[in-house]
């Protein structure tokens, strides 16, 4: 009699499926499912809420909380609140500005590799004309302590320019 590959798992969310642990060695089967159901939420819940566990309303109440933080951070250091983009760069954008320069203070200010003053003029200063959102989403993977080097020479801003993608 071959051991089954199909098991009923029982998600945290409470809904059961049955699923399929072929592709698991008979002998972990069991704890397979065991553990799927005790970490996972089942396709359908996962689809709905992002497998986050949290509805809608309290993702869209935290990324409103973010953004009011954000928007904050950026006033106190003089940064532009509202960048040009589309609905979803915007919160974007602020969010990878906010963690650039957060991780650019501690790369640099915090192990005393710029002083406050330098930091000032080489990071919050040189990012006060960069209202574009996009080109702080195209530079979100640099690392955060090259972020002074990056604004030194951010590369021609397109003012506005068409491409085929945009009207």
């Known amino acids: 009699m071959a051991i089954k590959t199909v098991w009923p798992v029982t998600y945290t969310c409470g809904h059961t499926e049955n699923r399929d642990l072929s592709d698991k060695p008979a002998g ?7 553990w799927y159901g005790e970490h996972l939420v089942c396709g359908r819940c996962f689809k709905k809420d992002g497998g986050s566990g949290e509805s809608e309303k309290e993702r869209d109440d935290r990324h409103a909380a973010e953004a009011e933080e954000l928007r904050a951070e950026a006033e106190r250091d003089g940064l532009p609140v509202d960048l040009v983009g589309t609905d979803k760069q915007v919160p974007w954008a602020l969010r990878v500005r906010g963690e650039l320069i957060r991780g650019a203070y501690a790369a640099l200010v915090e192990t005393e590799q710029l002083s406050e003053a330098e930091f000032q003029v080489q990071v919050l200063d040189a990012a006060r ?3 574009r959102a996009r080109w702080w989403i195209d530079n979100r993977e640099q690392d955060a302590a090259d972020l ?3 604004l030194a020479d951010p590369g021609v801003l397109d003012e506005g320019a068409s491409t085929e993608n945009v009207a």
């Open 28 to 34: 972990k089967r069991a704890a397979s499912a065991k």
């Open 129 to 131: 004309p960069l209202d």
């Open 148 to 150: 002074p080097e990056l």
